[in-house]
């Protein structure tokens, strides 16, 4: 019996040090983690947000002009060329051209019945081209991301305009308007000089609306502390100046005649989603892409400062997914007096991540941004 027990103890003893080898380390895993996240709530944040409350989103579901429909979801693609068309324009041709996030710019020909043919490459900015507009001399003038104020002569040469203003650099050249006396108007979307999450967190107005004299060659600022601007367009007589405001939702007006001359006010606000670039068309109305419906989240994370800080702790890499644009493509026709006539939808996530919405011989051309779909697309303009 003696001899027996010995062997028993001798078998249990290597089981219950496995065990307690496997709680030891399970308990330094443990702590280790409890550790990683106390540094983590103490490090600082690299921002200080702002508290908003934004107003609850317009309904699709409702009957109105934000109703949901289908009128994206039978878009025709125009050309994969540029994988990524921010901005679309017309030369007096009726050319289409259009930038890609690597630098490239194509013109696309149609033949006589309004076909697309092959696209072909136009100019290389080796930065990133946004808005692209024909000034009256036949130039492209473009506002490039990394470069700034951009012009571009027929054959493909490029000058730089502008990418300094009151001695200061601009940050994040973005879309553009040109009026009839040659002035460009064009946005500076933020001083971070790039899209960063920790911008949307932090809710702060980093944004300026810029005016380009070509006969001066100076360049101004017409409005300050902006919620990422973004999309400009001018109205049909010219009296105000569109600028949107990504990041709350709304477009704001700038005047530059009559009595209000110089000063600011909204033009439409609480939309379905983030307002991206702004098109006018020869009946007077703006159309806006809406690069992605609302995201429910951080409209929380601007009521939470608290939130918001500790999430702009974590690398961009791993933020990219929490305003990624949802699979729902949407753009929408304003009045000249900023009414909403309609919304146009791809419910089915096929054209997706908008960012412009172009009226052309009955149709409306659509372009996007890394993020959404691939490729101009287009659709029949019926009502």
Request: with cysteine; charged share 20%.
């Amino acid at each position: 019996m003696p001899n027996t027990q010995v062997r028993s103890e001798g078998v249990n003893r290597p089981k219950r040090s496995l065990r307690a080898r496997i709680c030891r380390w399970g308990l330094s895993l443990l702590a280790v983690l409890v550790l990683g996240i106390l540094v983590f709530l103490l490090v600082p944040s690299p921002i200080k947000p702002a508290k908003w409350s934004a107003p609850t989103a317009p309904s699709f579901e409702e009957a109105g002009p934000w109703k949901q429909n289908n009128k994206l979801s039978s878009a025709q693609l125009v050309t994969d060329a540029p994988q990524f068309p921010e901005f679309i324009t017309f030369d007096k041709e009726g050319q289409l051209y259009t930038g890609d996030s690597d630098g490239k710019i194509y013109k696309v020909p149609f033949d006589a019945e309004g076909n697309p043919q092959k696209a072909q490459l136009f100019a290389d900015t080796k930065g990133t081209p946004n808005g692209l507009i024909f000034d009256a001399k036949g130039d492209l003038i473009v506002t490039d991301v990394k470069r700034g104020l951009l012009s571009i002569n027929p054959s493909g040469s490029i000058e730089v305009l502008a990418d300094q203003v009151d001695g200061k650099p601009i940050y994040l050249a973005n879309e553009l308007d040109i009026a009839k006396d040659g002035s460009i108007y064009f946005s500076d979307t933020s001083n971070y000089g790039s899209v960063t999450f920790k911008e949307i967190a932090e809710n702060k107005p980093h944004g300026r609306l810029l005016k380009y004299d070509p006969k001066t060659k100076q360049t101004t600022v017409l409005l300050e502390g902006l919620y990422f601007a973004n999309g400009v367009a001018l109205s049909a007589d010219e009296d105000f100046v569109l600028v949107a405001e990504s990041y709350h939702y709304q477009l704001t007006r700038y005047w530059l005649k009559g009595p209000k001359k110089g000063t600011s006010d909204i033009f439409v606000d609480n939309l379905a989603g983030f307002p991206d670039n702004i098109t006018r068309d020869d009946q007077g109305h703006f159309w806006v892409g809406i690069f992605t419906t609302r995201i429910s989240f951080v409209d929380q994370m601007h009521s939470n400062p608290w939130l918001a800080s500790t999430m702009a702790k974590l690398p961009e890499s791993l933020l990219s997914g929490a305003s990624a644009p949802a699979k729902h493509g949407l753009a929408m026709e304003l009045s000249p007096h900023g009414e909403l006539i309609g919304s146009w939808h791809d419910p089915e996530g096929k054209l997706y991540g908008v960012t412009t919405a172009v009226s052309h011989n009955g149709y409306l051309y659509i372009g996007t941004a890394p993020g959404g779909s691939k490729g101009v697309h287009r659709v029949l303009l019926t009502k």
